[in-house]
């Protein structure tokens, strides 16, 4: 092999290794960081949170707005204790004449997951609407594949007890 080819071959060769370093450091870098920033986050929404319910969602701004509304604690009430947090005193009101018709399914379990008999809490942004009822669910892939057969799924989670899960 002539010898420009083999030193233009051996930069190649350095570049290309130094490249995949550089590259493969920073993924792992960011693998490491990432969820030290998400700990702490969650950890600090956590803290101004506890007791309350749906994280302090508005349960009935699911039904009327169609979508994740942060309640007011101007606008709540103690029920089944937890403090429920609502958008404004309508909202507050309805809930207070039908608080299981806007009170999240199964406690606010992730009803796909509770299905196969495993007790896992839903998130307030990861929901959904299903013959007038709130169903919450921990990951978006859970969401959709409740909805590939609600019915089964449905059934088989109220067939589990979710004691467990807590309400909202």
């Not at 995949?20 to 792992?28: C, D, M, P």
Request: net charge positive.
């Amino acid at each position: 092999m002539p010898r420009y080819l083999r030193e233009n071959l051996t930069k190649a060769g350095r570049l290309c290794r130094m490249l995949t370093g550089f590259v493969l450091f920073w993924f792992l870098a960011c693998l490491h960081i990432q969820p030290v920033l998400a700990e702490s986050v969650g950890e600090r929404a956590w803290a101004s949170t506890i007791g309350v319910a749906l994280g302090g969602v508005d349960p009935v701004a699911y039904f009327t707005n169609r979508q994740v509304l942060s309640g007011s604690r101007k606008h709540r009430l103690i029920w089944r204790n937890k403090t429920w947090l609502f958008v404004n005193e309508g909202n507050k009101r309805a809930f207070q004449k039908a608080p299981q018709a806007y009170a999240p399914v199964l406690g606010g379990c992730d009803v796909y997951r509770l299905a196969q008999g495993v007790y896992t809490k839903g998130l307030p942004a990861i929901y959904a609407l299903y013959n007038g009822r709130l169903l919450l669910f921990h990951a978006r892939a859970n969401r959709y594949l409740f909805l590939s057969a609600p019915e089964y799924f449905l059934k088989e989670a109220l067939r589990q007890e979710a004691t467990n899960c807590g309400e909202g």
